[in-house]
């Protein structure tokens, strides 16, 4: 079946614009996840969500950083005036309920580079 | 707090050679252990996972790793290496509630010929 999906693959920006990153979680999968992965950071937990239940923002850096994900399915991530610091691989997970519940499932990945 | 630490940043090892990829966390609480492979310019894809239970783990493409929670360890194995075998390796835990990673820094494993 579909994996996890997220668009754009790379994304140029200049210093200062906002950007939008998106995921597609696995159908069904209830559970979603966006990491960061940068050199000098590794990967950090940026954001959780879980049902309808309110979202874990512990991991997000600053106020610039937003998320959200309607209907349960589709996320959004979105980065406000952006700094060169904020150049990274953006990665996102979902995860299933029931037997598989503690694996999550990675998508490639949105690479974003500021100017 | 929970961490994870990965003190091997690369290791280069000689094809069908053994090689050991070396994890120690902390954390307070019981854990979720996994490990993931990352292949150049592609997302991370899960090799294997400790639960509970047996503490040696197999996994894919002939990994295997041992729970030890005396030393709070989670070191990947293999008996023998492929080119392909290549790639950077993530040591992980998850608490049992939320399940949000926490990853180590990463190794880079390069198999030479």
């Known amino acids: 079946g579909a994996g996890v999906s997220q668009s754009p693959s790379n994304k140029v920006t200049e210093k200062g614009k906002d950007v939008e990153l998106r995921c597609d979680p696995i159908?069904?999968?209830?559970?979603l996840y966006w990491y960061r992965q940068s050199l000098g950071q590794g990967l950090e937990f940026l954001i959780y969500f879980q049902g309808n239940s309110a979202p874990d923002k512990s991991g997000l850096p600053s106020d610039r950083f937003s998320a959200e994900r309607t209907g349960g399915s589709v996320s959004t991530l979105t980065i406000q005036r952006t700094q060169q610091e904020d150049s990274a691989v953006y990665l996102c997970?979902?995860?299933?309920?029931?037997?598989?519940?503690?694996?999550?499932?990675f998508g490639p990945g949105t690479r974003l580079t500021v100017l | 707090a929970q961490s994870v630490t990965q003190l091997d940043s690369q290791v280069p090892v000689f094809e069908e050679a053994p090689v050991e990829l070396r994890c120690n966390y902390s954390?307070?609480?019981?854990?979720?252990l996994f490990w993931y492979v990352q292949y150049p310019n592609q997302g991370l894809q899960l090799l294997l996972k400790?639960?509970?239970?047996?503490?040696l783990v197999k996994g894919i493409n002939g990994f295997e790793a041992e729970f030890n929670k005396s030393q709070t360890s989670f070191h990947l194995r293999k008996p023998s290496v492929h080119i392909s075998d290549t790639a950077e390796y993530f040591c992980?835990?998850?608490?049992?509630?939320?399940?949000?990673?926490?990853f180590g820094t990463g190794t880079r494993l390069k198999v030479l010929a």
């Open positions: 400790y639960l509970s239970g047996s503490t």
């Open positions: 997970a979902s995860r299933p309920t029931g037997t598989a519940a503690d694996t999550q499932y």
């Open positions: 159908s069904g999968h209830t559970a």
């Open positions: 954390s307070s609480v019981s854990v979720y």
């Open positions: 992980a835990v998850s608490d049992r509630g939320t399940y949000k990673y926490i």
